[in-house]
């Protein structure tokens, strides 16, 4: 047995001991107190086990793991269906990997160590005006004395209303090119003059804050790097989980097909519609390719070469399949969900179809738009030229 198998069996065995029997019964229609306790405890539990921090370095639980065994623990909590740490997310890929690469000594030890008993941070990067052109964004800081005193508007920052720190970047420069006036700053979201107000969406869910800033104070001592060079910093963030989410994602996906397969199963005329199995059969034969691609995506980021064409092609074809998957369930699965009450998902997770099918369009948008990966894969797959776009 290979060291990879012995590990995959360890990471299965413990899996199959500790993944909360029932977590998505109990989690449909929760509260959001719910929600949380729940996040709080799997957190608890994966990172007492060292499985929530295989990414960070050797110091830390779990830490230093080669990128074959990240790998491997992404597909194992996929396959026993585990539950996502969608709370602690950004904490534990965005802001740790950031403040790894880029944070002081001071802001390591005070964050790191947080994290992993629970701090939360969320991303406050988009703006009304300024989403896949990052660069164009308003929120303004002037610096004075010791602190910088912060003044804008953010939005779309997930769970954002839930959060304790705010990855946030702002404009303390308007001169010369937009990229070159940016600064990184950590905010503590209980600074007085921070406004959190959740989003609701179609499907009933608060899964989104926007965030007002009024004359907020945020000491020197807060800020990533340099004063101005917040735009690399960045880049550090915006891809900071390397793959591994949609890895992840896509490996949920292949496991969901039984839920389909059941949710067919129970309604007497889909399951004898030609047209619907042949449609089901598309899909699941397009979720095959899907995986496929991923595992080159992976050999690719295990020798060291720049994934950034490729994880633009899979997050397209995932956001397309998905819809079309998360469709067919809704269609199987009828309506009734509708009454049964939701729960914060993401994706064909909760097991309510109809939420997973409203919920499926927001990975059209989320991590850069269907549009935006376009062009990606255009100039840097196709080695198409770069064309700016205009709205028409
Ligand atoms: C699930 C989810 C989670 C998110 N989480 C966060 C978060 O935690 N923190 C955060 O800061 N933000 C977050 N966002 C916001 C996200 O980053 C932005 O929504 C995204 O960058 C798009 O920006 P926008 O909404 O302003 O749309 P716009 O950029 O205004 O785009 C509008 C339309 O124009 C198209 N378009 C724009 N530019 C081009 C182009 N160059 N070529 C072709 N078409 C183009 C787009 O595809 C889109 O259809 C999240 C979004 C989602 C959906």
Redesign the pocket.
Known sequence: MTSDMSFRNHVRDWLHGHVPAGWRESMTAATTEAFIAQQREWMKTLVGAGFATSHWGREWPGGGRPLAEQIIIAEEMARADAPRLLLYF?SLYHAALTLMEWGTEEQKSRHLPAILQGEIW?????E???????ASLRTRAERHGDNYIVNGQ?????L?QYADYCLLLVRTDSAGPKQAGITYLLMDTRSEGVVRRPLKQMTGDE??AEIFLQDVKIPVGNRLGEENAGWRIAQTTLTSERGLTILELCERLYCARWRLLAAMGENDGIVQDDQFRREAVDVFVRIDALRALVGEMMIKLMAGKDIAGAASFVKLLYARVLRKFAALGERAGGSAHLLSGFTLGGGYETGNWAFDFMNSY??T????????Q??IVAERVLGMPREK?Q?T
């Open positions: 950004i969320c991303q406050g990067f988009s009304p005006n300024a989403g896949s052109d990052l953010k939005i779309w920052s997930t954002g899964e989104f927001q990975w948008i989320a991590g850069g738009s269907n549009e935006v376009r062009n776009w709205p």
